[in-house]
């Protein structure tokens, strides 16, 4: 059996729910998993599961991703959370890091939201907004869409089709819109530059990522929308601004800093995520 197949089973071992909606939860913003209720009136079971206790799943090594999956029900909506996620320069293939969206959509997801902390460069933004990400640059690369083993599966899907449906889906970014405004949250709009890390960028990169029209930077969340889309998920991602970006910031950026800030801006998010789920 493959990785994903192994994963799968082990998940199908412990319960029989089917997600509707999986969610990526990023640094500092694990919290959110909290609502997820484990039991429903008439419904399968959820259930909690350690990432590390599954087979072949990347290993989280940074502080903020506790590394758990959470299947249940979000305001009545059966979900797939997951409580932090693997990058790049972990050291990891990013056919290795997708394998949770992966296995999310083995499970039977059919939209994919995705949070994350971030770095801006607008100074029109603040630390402790939440962006709307209605794009993104890609500087993480590409690799980590359909194996080869995916190709031979499914031979009507061709290679020059890879990347043609492009992420952040019209309804979902709408919905997010409508459910901001409605809860009163202000919810800035951006283009995200996803870089490969682990250090943060330089003032010239920031420079050039600005004359590129981004607006934020992170260190995920590109090849994860870009698979989802791939596999024709509904997708949409929400960014939390924890600060300024190097060269517009009055002192040195650290880690602990964006687990601050995205901890007091996590009540936000997790409102608009809440209203956001129960309509798709």
């Known amino acids: 059996m493959s990785a994903l197949e ?3 089973s082990a998940i199908r071992a412990r319960t029989a729910l089917v997600p509707r909606v999986g969610v990526v939860l990023g640094s500092g913003l694990g ?7 484990l039991t429903m009136p008439g419904q399968p079971d959820g259930a909690t599961f350690l990432t590390s206790e599954l087979p072949e799943w990347p290993h989280s090594t940074v502080l903020g991703h506790d590394g758990k999956l959470v299947l249940g ?3 009545g909506t059966p979900v797939a959370v997951l409580r932090g996620r693997t990058h790049a320069y972990e050291g990891y293939e990013l056919s290795r890091i997708t394998l949770p969206h992966r296995v999310l959509a083995a499970l039977g997801i059919e939209t994919l939201l995705v ?3 971030v770095g801006t460069f607008n100074t029109a933004f603040a630390p402790g907004d939440l962006m709307l990400v209605r794009d993104h640059v890609n500087h993480i690369g590409r690799r980590g869409l359909f194996t080869r083993a995916e190709l031979a599966a499914a031979p009507e899907v ?4 890879i990347g043609a449906r492009r992420p952040y889906s019209p309804e979902v970014l709408d919905t997010l819109r409508n459910v901001a405004r409605e809860s009163k949250i202000r919810l800035r709009e951006g283009i995200l530059l996803a870089g490969k ?4 960028e330089t003032a010239a990169e920031i420079r050039m990522a600005r004359q590129f029209g981004a607006d934020a930077a992170c260190m995920s969340s590109a090849h994860e929308m870009d698979l989802a889309a791939a596999f024709g998920l509904k997708t949409g ?4 601004i924890t600060n300024y970006g190097t060269g517009l910031s009055p002192h040195p950026l650290t880690h602990h800093e964006v687990e601050q800030v995205a901890g007091e801006a996590a009540g936000r998010l997790e409102a608009l995520l809440a209203g956001t789920i129960a309509r798709l």
């Not at 919290?31 to 209720?37: F, L, P, S, T």
């Not at 890390?197 to 943060?200: D, I, N, Q, R, S």
């Open 73 to 75: 029900y979000w305001g």
């Open 158 to 161: 061709s290679r020059a089709a």
């Open 115 to 117: 949070t994350n902390a």
């Open 6 to 8: 192994d994963c799968v």
């Open 237 to 240: 991602a929400v960014s939390c």
């Open 31 to 37: 919290g959110a998993a909290d609502r997820v209720a």
């Open 197 to 200: 890390g682990p250090a943060y």
